[in-house]
Nanobody
Framework: QVQLVESGGGLVQAGESLRLTCVAS????????VGWFRQAPGKEREFVAT????????HYADSVKGRFTISRDNAKNTVYLQMNHLKPEDTAIYYC?????????????????WGQGTQVTVSS
């Protein structure tokens, strides 16, 4: 099975930026779509962004469109989430997940493997 490890979270002020990193244990990760999801305290898990296996296709939640950028470096088994102009409502645990499909997926149920999450806290 694929092990996913997220990093890069932290505590920042509104308007600042963070880059999240997801590193997978092997190259199987690179054959499938990857998504970023987040879960705020007391709320349901929410789709953030997804990228297909080649990195050619991307899709974002409306709430982050224009502020967040998903990318991948398959040579490093790595997916990134660049988060700019952060808002307090972006505060959540962010999870990297891998689908068993290679096309874009926005439903959490379509992802098989999940990382442990990294905390992002944005203060006003």
């Amino acid at each position: 099975q694929v092990q996913l490890v997220e990093s890069g979270g932290g505590l920042v002020q509104a308007g600042e930026s963070l880059r999240l990193t997801c590193v997978a244990s092997d190259h199987l990760f690179n054959m499938y779509a990857v998504g970023w999801f987040r879960q705020a305290p007391g709320k349901e898990r929410e789709f953030v962004a997804t990228i297909n296996w080649t990195g050619a296709d991307k899709h974002y939640a409306d709430s982050v469109k224009g502020r967040f950028t998903i990318s991948r470096d398959n040579a490093k088994n790595t997916v990134y989430l660049q988060m700019n102009h952060l808002k307090p409502e972006d505060t959540a645990i962010y999870y990297c997940a891998r689908s068993d499909m290679n096309s874009l997926q926005i439903q959490s149920a379509r992802y098989r493997y999940w990382g442990q999450g990294t905390q992002v806290t944005v203060s006003s």
